[in-house]
């Protein structure tokens, strides 16, 4: 079974940065698209940025040149930094794990952006 655990959320202001972290168990990074995914209330949750095994990213257009995707397949952990962040980024994100049909998500962390 595998388990993930994100962590670096809170409250930040308008234009600050946070670093969020997805701390997986087993060797995911080899065969899983690592994700994160975000979900703000009322609203459908919405995949923010990816990582394939091979180290392409991909990212929402709402996010494109202030969020950053990593891995450090050392210690298990996949990171999203995020700059510039604006109040429509609050939401509750999520840390995903994809391969074929199986997902395994984390518990989640809450982000708030004041204005």
């Known amino acids: 079974q595998v388990q993930l655990v994100e962590s670096g959320g809170g409250l930040v202001q308008a234009g600050g940065s946070l670093r969020l972290a997805c701390a997986g168990s087993?060797?995911?990074?080899?065969?899983?698209?690592m994700r994160w995914y975000r979900q703000a209330p009322g609203k459908h949750r919405e995949l923010v940025a990816s990582?394939?095994?091979?180290?392409?990213?991909n990212y929402a257009d709402s996010v494109k040149g202030r969020f950053t995707i990593s891995k450090n397949i050392d210690n298990n952990t996949v990171y999203l930094q995020m700059n510039s962040l604006k109040p429509e980024d609050t939401a509750v994100y999520y840390c995903?794990?994809?391969?074929?049909?199986?997902?395994?998500w984390g518990q989640g962390t809450q982000v708030t952006v004041s204005s």
């Open positions: 990582i394939t095994c091979g180290g392409k990213k």
């Open positions: 087993g060797s995911l990074f080899s065969a899983y698209v």
């Open positions: 995903n794990a994809f391969r074929f049909t199986i997902n395994y």
